[in-house]
């Protein structure tokens, strides 16, 4: 195991609701990353927190948005929610710094699904 | 804008065989090359990585050869088992963490 948990495994929302997705990151780890991963496709990377703060973002609208917590612990929240947005969302720790990215531990996901 | 383009889509593979997967990438300043095995359900879990400076690693069964010349990278998987099926997705980074990831290959080792 990754020691890095995801919460809710599965949920279900309708288009125009709001959700938020929760990770626990491994201790020590400082750095977290969010991953949407649609079906059939590579993981595609949203953003990254480091020490609480935003730390590069990809290509994704500012519905999209998170927080770290001092406690290892993260979300990732999705406004105005669209079909489009069904995925699994993969949240991925690491150490930071310069072996951070030589250390990237996957949790198992959350299977999101907007009808 | 695809950075990391990935082949084949799907492989079957006899058990015993080599599978082999192929990646290409665009972006010059990408110094790490990692490639990352999903089983259902779960998350990618870190296989093998390489850096631009060497052509070649191996661990256990599992070889990277890589061509910085020619922007394009390989797994190779000898003596596949049927454990070994699942989808493997190579990847590419120049920053920390922030990967970006082919499209993925489903692998099926048969008996």
């Known amino acids: 195991e990754t020691g890095v948990t995801q919460s809710p495994t599965h949920l279900i929302k309708t288009r125009g609701q709001q959700v938020t997705l929760r990770c626990s990151s491994q201790s020590g780890h400082n750095t977290v990353s969010w991953y949407q991963q649609a079906l059939g496709q590579g993981p595609q990377f949203i953003f990254q927190?480091?020490?609480?703060?935003?730390?590069g973002r990809g290509n994704f609208p500012p519905r999209f948005s998170g927080l770290q917590f001092p406690n290892y612990s993260s979300e990732l929240n999705v406004n105005a929610l669209e079909l489009d947005d069904s995925a699994l969302y993969l949240c991925?720790?690491?150490?930071?710094?310069?072996?951070?990215?030589?250390?990237?531990?996957f949790g198992s996901g959350t299977q999101l699904s907007v009808l | 804008q695809q950075q990391v383009k990935q082949s084949p889509q799907s492989l079957i593979v006899q058990k015993g065989g080599i599978s082999i997967i192929n990646c290409a990438y665009e972006n010059t300043a990408f110094d790490y090359f990692p490639w990352y095995q999903q089983f259902p359900g779960k998350g990618p879990a870190l296989l093998i990585a390489i850096r631009p400076d060497v052509s070649e690693k191996k661990e256990g069964r599992f070889t990277i050869s890589f061509n910085k010349s020619a922007k394009q990278f390989s797994l190779h998987i000898m003596d596949s088992q049927p454990g070994d099926s699942a989808t493997y997705f190579c990847?590419?980074?120049?920053?920390?963490?922030?990967?970006?990831f082919g499209t993925g290959t489903r692998l099926q080792v048969t008996l």
């Open positions: 927190y480091y020490r609480e703060e935003e730390n």
């Open positions: 990847a590419a980074t120049g920053t920390a963490s922030k990967l970006t």
């Open positions: 991925a720790s690491s150490p930071g710094g310069a072996g951070g990215r030589e250390k990237l531990f």
